[in-house]
T-cell receptor, first 115, second 113 residues
Framework: GAGVSQTPSNKVTEKGKYVELRCDPI?????LYWYRQSLGQGPEFLIY????????DSGLPNDRFFAVRPEGSVSTLKIQRTERGDSAVYLC?????????????FGPGTRLTVL | SQQGEEDPQALSIQEGENATMNCSYK?????LQWYRQNSGRGLVHLIL?????REKHSGRLRVTLDTSKKSSSLLITASRAADTASYFC?????????????FGKGNQVVVIP
């Protein structure tokens, strides 16, 4: 079956622009997660959805970042007024349930470059 | 906040040798997981060990967990060229379920054929 997919795979934008990054989780997975990975670092948690609602958005760095999951499936991470420091690989993951021992399945990521 | 932290290593080993990498963390956890990442993109889950477990095996992988020392190790036996990747440990903090994994910086492993 299909895994987690993310589009676009690469995004180059200019400082100050708005970007949207899309994540298609594995069908039937209720939990969805966004992480950000900077070069040479491990992924950093941003936000987690249980169904349509953001259950934990404490990892979002500031109010320029926002994510939605209106129908409990596809999610979009939105970044306003992008800054060069936002350049990173944005990873999405999903899991069947938000339980204690559920593996997270990761997508290939979107590499965002802010010039 | 708790965070998995590997000893930042770049291991270079010959095919057939064993590779060992370590991870430490700071607070109480529900579980600790190891992931592999190729070419700086998607992560692949390798193994999960619960906080009440001390050792776990999966194929050529062996994970240990010492909650008193807040540390874990991952051993890959009989390494293959295809094991070349970055390896990350990730912890799920107690009280948070599995919902916000905290990753370390990763170990780069190169297996020379």
């Amino acid at each position: 079956g299909a895994g987690v997919s993310q589009t676009p795979s690469n995004k180059v934008t200019e400082k100050g622009k708005y970007v949207e990054l899309r994540c298609d989780p594995i069908s039937g997975h209720t939990a969805l997660y966004w992480y950000r990975q900077s070069l040479g670092q491990g992924p950093e948690f941003l936000i987690y959805f249980q169904g349509t609602g953001a259950a934990d958005d404490s990892g979002l760095p500031n109010d320029r970042f926002f994510a939605v999951r209106p129908e409990g499936s596809v999610s979009t991470l939105k970044i306003q007024r992008t800054e060069r420091g936002d350049s990173a690989v944005y990873l999405c993951a999903s899991s069947p349930l938000a339980g204690e021992y559920n593996e997270q399945f990761f997508g290939p990521g979107t590499r965002l470059t802010v010039l | 906040s708790q965070q998995g932290e590997e000893d930042p290593q770049a291991l270079s080993i010959q095919e057939g040798e064993n590779a060992t990498m370590n991870c430490s963390y700071k607070t109480s956890i529900n579980n600790l997981q190891w992931y592999r990442q190729n070419s700086g993109r998607g992560l692949v889950h390798l193994i999960l060990i619960r906080s009440n477990e001390r050792e776990k095996h999966s194929g050529r992988l062996r994970v240990t967990l010492d909650t008193s020392k807040k540390s874990s190790s991952l051993l890959i036996t009989a390494s293959r060229a295809a094991d070349t990747a970055s390896y990350f440990c990730a912890t799920a903090a107690e009280g948070y379920g599995n919902n916000r994994l905290a990753f370390g910086k990763g170990n780069q492993v190169v297996v020379i054929p």
